[in-house]
């Protein structure tokens, strides 16, 4: 199993300059709603930064954002876009506690192994300051697995990450669903996951 959930960071780190290249829509009406829950200037974990374009957007609006990404490859290109440093950091390696207001993982956390996800959530949990917010985005599904690409998938359903998420010590998420696509370019339910510390 380690093989193939380790497959996800092998392939950033072989394609992240045409994954950074290719033409993506930021999700702007979660990133405003998401920086609506801040104060003003507040401090941001970015995880799974990828090419850095959430960055750049929250960062141009004031916040104190830190991005990280697993790839090195896809850290070096956010850090040309962003010219700044980005941290190279497994989820599992977030050691920090009560640092961020606000901690943004859209669609990366979705590579975490089901048995590891908890342990993930726990630390960020602990890495958000007390009634700070987070965001984080998953493919829907029931059974876990790899796409095309070889890349791990979690797939869990809203009930399944409920439970994760109260286990971690966050208050009960709310999670819209929202169909949409991927970089495979197959059809793809959403799981908007918002959560409170």
């Known amino acids: 199993m380690r093989t193939s959930t380790n497959k996800p960071i092998a392939f950033y780190d072989e ?15 979660r990133l405003a709603a998401f920086a609506d829950l801040l104060p003003s200037g507040g401090t941001i974990l970015e995880l799974g930064c990828g090419a850095g374009a959430d960055s750049a957007w929250l960062i141009e609006r004031g916040y104190a954002v830190t991005p990280t990404d697993g790839s090195a490859a896809m850290a070096r290109e956010a850090e040309a876009r962003l010219g700044r440093p980005v941290r190279v950091m497994r989820f599992s390696d977030l050691n920090e506690v009560t640092a961020y207001d606000g901690v943004w993982a859209n669609a990366c956390l979705l590579h975490v192994p089901r048995a590891e996800l908890p342990d993930v959530l726990r630390r960020i949990r602990r890495a958000l300051k007390d009634g700070g917010h987070f965001h984080a985005s998953f493919k829907a599904g029931v059974e876990e697995g790899a796409d095309r690409f070889g890349r791990y998938y979690n797939r869990p359903d809203q009930e399944w990450l409920t439970e994760a998420y109260r286990l971690a010590g966050f208050t009960t998420p709310r999670i819209e669903t929202a169909s949409g696509g991927g970089y495979d370019g197959e059809p793809t339910e959403w799981l908007h996951v918002w959560a409170r510390g």
């Open 15 to 29: 394609n992240a300059a045409s994954y950074a290249a290719r033409k993506r829509h930021a999700p702007v009406a």
